[in-house]
Nanobody
Framework: QVQLVESGGGLVQPGGSLRLSCAAS????????MGWFRQAPGKEREFVAA????????LYADSVKGRCTISRDNAKKTVYLQMNSLKPEDTAVYYC???????????????WGQGTQVTVSL
């Protein structure tokens, strides 16, 4: 069992940066790949980024590639999403998730956090 709690969301101007954190509890955190997804109002949830348990392999959606960096600290049981050059279209609720299968597929994740709101606006 893994419990996930996101933090770090907020209001930021276009071009700004935010660092999201996802703190996990449970003894098997480092057995899971971790992903970030987001959902904007009226839109489907979409994949943002994922990182394998070792931290070596990362995946990104094309929409955030080059602007976001996912990382993890297994000792702290925390995964991060550094977001730079934010755009209004990045506005969404961001969720972290833990899974072991297809990392771009939300339905394959086993555990989810409650989400943190990111708003990019003047």
């Amino acid at each position: 069992q893994v419990q996930l709690v996101e933090s770090g969301g907020g209001l930021v101007q276009p071009g700004g940066s935010l660092r999201l954190s996802c703190a996990a509890s449970g003894r098997t955190f480092d057995s899971y790949a971790m992903g970030w997804f987001r959902q904007a109002p009226g839109k489907e949830r979409e994949f943002v980024a994922a990182i394998m348990w070792s931290g070596v392999t990362t995946l990104y959606a094309d929409s955030v590639k080059g602007r976001c960096t996912i990382s993890r600290d297994n000792a702290k049981k925390t995964v991060y999403l550094q977001m730079n050059s934010l755009k209004p279209e990045d506005t969404a609720v961001y969720y972290c998730a833990a899974g072991v299968r297809r990392l771009r597929v939300g339905a394959d994740y086993d555990y989810w956090g409650q989400g943190t709101q990111v708003t990019v606006s003047l």
